[in-house]
Structures are given as structure tokens and as C-alpha cells.
């Protein structure tokens, strides 16, 4: 996986492809730019939560474009695939602080947790924990840039977007399946 920016973005005319998919009676909603994925979420897309991160795009439904996400997002929750390899683009809808962060986050192993002061020192910046907190609740791809892998100082879960009961079953989905495969 990589995150991309680009400069021709705004020649897009801000059009976010999308399409929803029913995993293991979830519903979430992706969506991606002519760039690379751009958000993760449970709902539908034409719902509040991807309107939160991109307010002024024009949303046009796609299977095609979303397909390979789909697809790797399933394989991620069988177990059978631990890397995401499709590009990601979030650069609208994040920060350059944001995405310092989301890039530190998106090299945590599979099955692997981190604390948010270990993100804060590992981008030169200590003191920054709640910051890097609040960066990575805003993640706009979930599972893709693994933001459940972040965990309080303490060991515990913590906040997530979908639920703090969700962000501790991907922790635990992932170290089963890394238990079987090592």
C-alpha cells in the first residue's frame, strides 16, 4: 500500500467513485478517487460519514473502480491477505500533520499494536500525543491504514470510529490469523 498525492487532484473535478459491500453482515461504503482509495467506512456512502471527510465532492457509483478494494478488503478479513497493496489518495480530506501520521500508522505490522507516544516519537514529536490521537481517529480508511492497531499508552483498546468493541476484534481477528500463519 502507498499513499499517493497529486497535483493534477483538482483537475478531477473532486468525483469520488463509490460502492458498498455486506462483510460478515457489516456494511461498509469505499470509495476512491481517479488517485487511489479514499475512504473506508461503515454505512452507506451517500450517508454522513463520507460526506464528513469530503462535503463538496460529486459521489457516482462505480463497482468497477471499487472492485479491487472490495476484493482486498475481503481477503483481509478471511485472513488471507496481511498487506494492502492499491494506492490510497486522502490528501483532501487530510492534513499534511495527518498524513505524517496516517503514513507512520500505515507501517505498523499486521497483528501488531502500537501506542500513540510511540506514533508521537516516531514523527519527531514527543509531545504530540494527543495530536497524533485526534490525526488518527480522523483516518478516513479504515483497515487500509490500520488505525485499530494504535492503542493507548495503558495497553488498552481506546477509541475507534466504529466502536471501541469492532477496533478490539480486528486487534484479535489479526492475531489468530497471525498465530495460524507464523
Do not use: W
Not at 23 to 52: F, M
Not at 68 to 75: A, C, G, H, N, V
Not at 111 to 132: D, E, F, L, M
Request: glycine letters at 6%; one cysteine or more; aromatic letters at 10%.
Amino acid at each position: 500500500m502507498h499513499l499517493t498525492s497529486s497535483n493534477n487532484y483538482k483537475d478531477s473535478a473532486n468525483t469520488l467513485f463509490y460502492d458498498n459491500v455486506t462483510i460478515r453482515k457489516n456494511n461498509y461504503c469505499l470509495a476512491a478517487s481517479k488517485n487511489g482509495l479514499a475512504y473506508v467506512g461503515k454505512e452507506g456512502c451517500t450517508k454522513l460519514p463520507l460526506r464528513t471527510f469530503y462535503p463538496n465532492n460529486t459521489l457516482i457509483r462505480n463497482p468497477q473502480v471499487l472492485a479491487p478494494y472490495i476484493q482486498e478488503l475481503k481477503e483481509y478479513f478471511t485472513g488471507t491477505r496481511k498487506n494492502f497493496t492499491l494506492p490510497i489518495e486522502i490528501n483532501q480530506a487530510c492534513s499534511p500533520f495527518q498524513q505524517q501520521v496516517l503514513e507512520k500508522v500505515a507501517q505498523i505490522s499486521y497483528g501488531k499494536t502500537v501506542s500513540y507516544g510511540k506514533i508521537a516519537t516516531a514523527i519527531n514529536n514527543p509531545g504530540a500525543i494527543r495530536a497524533v490521537a485526534h490525526a488518527v481517529a480522523l483516518n478516513p480508511v479504515l483497515f487500509f491504514i490500520p488505525c485499530h492497531r494504535v492503542i493507548l499508552n495503558n495497553g488498552k483498546v481506546g477509541k475507534y470510529r466504529l466502536g471501541t468493541k469492532v477496533k478490539a476484534s480486528l486487534i484479535n481477528l489479526e492475531k489468530s490469523y497471525s498465530h495460524d500463519n507464523s
